[in-house]
């Protein structure tokens, strides 16, 4: 696949996202629903490599144009993760004088709930995929209760999970 159109394609995606994880509704609707370039495995070990690292939320997106169309693939995706952060500086200065007008924060709450549930439509599908059995759903009821409930960073709970796949696996094995 052609990386501008990648480029692009990702970039709708950031552009209509109020967080990295905002995107992926989008990512999944192009690439894993439409134009069949990923699946929900791989767009789920996008995010997994993504997260495994510091770094923005949607450096997902880096790897998912790694899967998509190797290095050129990559370059777009990140290309269109640094595109907002030079466009938004010039609209912050202009929007930033009425950040405090209650229908201008009554709009971003909405927007931000709006985003979330799309992030929980995205990541449904991607879940069914990945549980395979009772250990992936524990696993991942798991994970969820503790970023829900702790304050633990979510790095010790990604590894954490992992050690406990790995885990089941020797035992099952």
Not at 64 to 90: K, S, V
Not at 144 to 168: K, M, Q, Y
Request: hydrophobic share 55%.
């Amino acid at each position: 696949m052609n990386p501008f159109l990648i480029y692009l394609l990702f970039l709708k995606a950031t552009l209509t996202s109020f967080s990295g994880m905002g995107s992926l509704p989008i990512i999944r609707q192009e690439f894993v629903v439409e134009r069949q370039l990923l699946t929900d495995r791989e767009l789920a070990t996008a995010l997994a490599v993504g997260r495994a690292g510091p770094g923005p939320h949607g450096l997902y997106m880096v790897a998912a144009g790694y899967f998509i169309a190797g290095l050129p693939g990559a370059a777009a995706g990140c290309a269109a993760l640094m595109t907002p952060a030079f466009l938004i500086l010039p609209l912050l200065l202009h929007l930033g004088r009425h950040r405090d007008h209650p229908r201008v924060r009554g709009a971003i709450r909405g927007v931000t709930l709006a985003a979330g549930a799309l992030v929980v439509a995205a990541a449904l599908p991607m879940a069914r995929d990945a549980w395979t059995g009772p250990l992936p759903i524990a696993i991942s009821c798991a994970s969820f209760g503790a970023l829900l409930f702790t304050r633990l960073d979510t790095l010790w709970i990604v590894l954490g999970s992992a050690a406990a796949g790995l885990a089941g696996l020797l035992l099952a094995g």
